[in-house]
């Protein structure tokens, strides 16, 4: 077909040249001609692409298409340069140059030549795709408002333009980029509202409708985009994607059953067998939340055998073992399970998860194993409740099991008579419902418990600031740090006193030294406390007779403090001697190692070089014949003859 057209075209283009030899139009033809020519080739084979690849079409041409629209550009541009008086070639001409940018990919080059057809053509016949491709081509550059901008035209025309509908699509789509999920769904709406269009246009926005509702969570509209009957225009990859994301509609909104049934019609359909595995697994994952167990672990089995040492059998295994450990409470059995789950496919997400599951139980049974209030003195219910806090944490955090790690919290709150480690439960409480349940009057209403009971604490303060209340709350550390900022302002004045006025020295000092008493003295536990402490020595080791305060001091710190910049400072001031770390030891002998090395390796080549220099000294070696006779005695010295 495109053989005998370019025939007819080239027969019919060298008639013409024939009876117009001589004349200067031949050259445009020639050039208009072969511009078309490879547009048409160029986009027969963008199309043969597009028929052999699943989804939308919308690439980059590449390859030989691309080829073909660079001589598009270059003929385009001969009719330009040599006949811009011809409106009507230059016309084609520059059209033909913005498709093939834009059919290339180069946005911004094609909206230059869309623009510049707009100023030279406005009444050309192919205005109004111009101005679509414009503003397509805007909003691939990224180029989103002044797309939108662009785009107005074409929604003022209406149903008169031939791109509304188009215009409509890329509407939605540029709502989408700026985050505006409502009004990309009313443009897409309006889309449809409108009995024109093609099916498969009319298809593609069902899907792009569909998803936006599934991002809002409006699962009802979301299904019923799915479900459209134009859906069957969209390649097979895509009426996949609808179906299985139809069924998900309903699991989300826990119709679990028929999800399951919705995804056995997809099982027994030919046309998704490819997806089959994934298909089987997440079938029984929904029997089972549909508490149709007999049937969801007779599946899971299937798979697991059908599909060994594949990420489905893993799957399959983690979901036996997440079955057995939290509805039939089987740990030892789904211990096996997340075994087998790491076995099948270690490098899997299924098999790291189901190795942290199972390291994860260990530890809970191993808990388990030692905890008991058959011991009821101080120390032994301060470990129970102890490990009942760590196990409330592996439920939670490890074995995602919220009812669980809510149920060992409520025993610490009831039967601790520990105060930290019940502050502590009750806000864990709260943020589960908070964060994790989403339930936002529960975790209100326990924050305020919270607020209430312990008014002084760091809990409280952070339950002010999950509920985004002003925060009112000031802890012992608030007010010890408040003081220690009056002591330092004290000591700043007091070293900005002139040396000359010595009273006024000493007693700007004093006062300086008795707050930083007063923080340490109220407050000696907190963070500013330890600092005023060290600040209190650092003040006493000015003065001579108050150097044995300041070690007394230091020492306080490196004792009772270690752990803080203060103590870890205050022992390195204690240090009267010298001392070098094992550490440090094994580097300076690495190093007199490497150095030691170093020299006797310049040493032997200084000593090769001298024998090097001595062996060119020597000359040649004499050579003696084997059957020579040597003389010993005193007269032959002498006889010449």
Not at 317 to 345: I, P, V, W
Not at 518 to 531: D, F, L, R, S
Request: aromatic share 12%; charged share 30%.
């Amino acid at each position: 077909m495109l053989r005998s057209r370019t025939f007819i075209f080239a027969l019919m283009s060298f008639a013409i040249a024939m009876m117009l030899e001589g004349c200067t139009c031949c050259a445009y033809l020639n050039h208009i001609f072969n511009a078309d020519r490879n547009y048409e080739e160029a986009v027969e084979l963008e199309q043969a692409k597009a028929d052999s690849l699943p989804g939308d079409s919308d690439f980059v041409a590449t390859g030989e298409a691309a080829k073909k629209y660079d001589k598009v550009i270059e003929k385009g541009s001969r009719v330009l340069e040599r006949f811009p008086d011809n409106d009507r070639q230059t016309a084609r001409a520059v059209f033909l140059i913005g498709e093939a940018f834009r059919h290339k990919g180069e946005w911004s080059k094609a909206v230059t030549k869309y623009d510049e057809f707009e100023r030279y053509f406005p009444d050309h016949d192919s205005m109004p795709k111009v101005e679509y491709e414009r503003a397509y081509c805007l909003y691939k550059n990224g180029e989103y408002d002044i797309s939108r901008f662009a785009l107005q035209s074409i929604l003022d025309a209406g149903d008169s333009h031939p791109f509304y509908h188009d215009g409509l699509n890329l509407l939605s789509l540029l709502e989408e980029k700026g985050d505006f999920t409502e009004q990309a769904i009313a443009a897409l709406e309006k889309m449809l509202a409108d009995t024109n269009g093609t099916p498969y246009m009319r298809g593609r926005a069902h899907m792009r409708l569909a998803s936006l509702y599934f991002k809002t969570e409006n699962y009802s509209k979301a299904r019923e985009h799915y479900k459209a009957k134009e859906i069957v225009e969209l390649p097979m990859n895509d009426q996949y994607s609808a179906a299985l994301h139809a069924a998900e509609c309903l699991a989300l909104t826990e119709a679990y059953a028929p999800a399951a049934e919705e995804y056995l019609v997809m099982i027994k359909n030919k046309e998704f067998e490819k997806h089959l595995p994934d298909m089987q697994v997440r079938r029984a994952e929904l029997l089972l939340l549909a508490s149709n167990w007999t049937d969801g672990e007779k599946l899971l089995h299937y798979v697991t055998d059908e599909y060994e040492k594949t990420e489905y059998a893993s799957r399959g295994f983690f979901d036996l073992g997440e079955f057995y450990q939290t509805e039939k409470r089987d740990y030892e059995q789904a211990l096996a399970y997340y075994d087998s789950s790491f076995m099948a496919k270690p490098v899997s997400n299924w098999g790291r998860n189901a190795r942290e599951r199972r390291d994860a139980l260990k530890r809970l049974l191993a808990l388990r194993a030692q905890d008991s209030l058959a011991d009821t003195t101080a120390h032994a219910k301060k470990k129970f409740f102890d490990t009942e806090f760590q196990i409330a944490e592996l439920f939670l955090f490890k074995l995602s099991e919220m009812d669980s790690s809510l149920v060992r919290l409520d025993r610490i709150i009831e039967g601790s008579e520990d105060t930290a480690i019940v502050m502590r439960a009750t806000y864990a409480r709260a943020f589960i419902y908070d964060e994790f349940k989403q339930d936002e009057e529960k975790a209100e209403e326990l924050y305020k418990e919270i607020i209430a009971k312990y008014p002084k604490t760091d809990y409280a303060k952070q339950a002010q600031i999950n509920l985004g209340v002003r925060v009112t709350v000031k802890t012992p550390e608030d007010d010890a740090h408040e003081l220690f900022l009056i002591a330092e302002s004290l000591l700043v004045a007091a070293k900005e006193v002139p040396l000359d006025q010595m009273d006024s020295v000493d007693s700007a000092y004093a006062r300086a030294l008795t707050a930083y008493d007063t923080v340490y003295q109220a407050y000696p536990e907190t963070q500013a406390g330890i600092q005023a402490l060290y600040m209190k020595a650092i003040i006493w080791e000015m003065t001579p007779e108050t150097k044995d305060s300041a070690a007394f001091a230091f020492k306080k710190l490196r004792n009772e403090h270690r752990d803080t910049p203060w103590g870890r400072d205050a022992e390195n001031r204690l240090q009267t001697r010298a001392s070098i770390t094992d550490e440090s030891l094994a580097r300076l002998r690495k190093r007199v190692d490497q150095n030691t090395a170093y020299v006797e390796k310049l040493s032997k080549q200084y000593y090769e070089g001298l024998a090097e220099a001595e062996n060119k000294k020597k000359g040649p070696d004499i050579q003696v014949e084997e059957n020579e006779e040597l003389e010993n005695s005193y007269n032959s010295m002498y006889d010449f003859e």
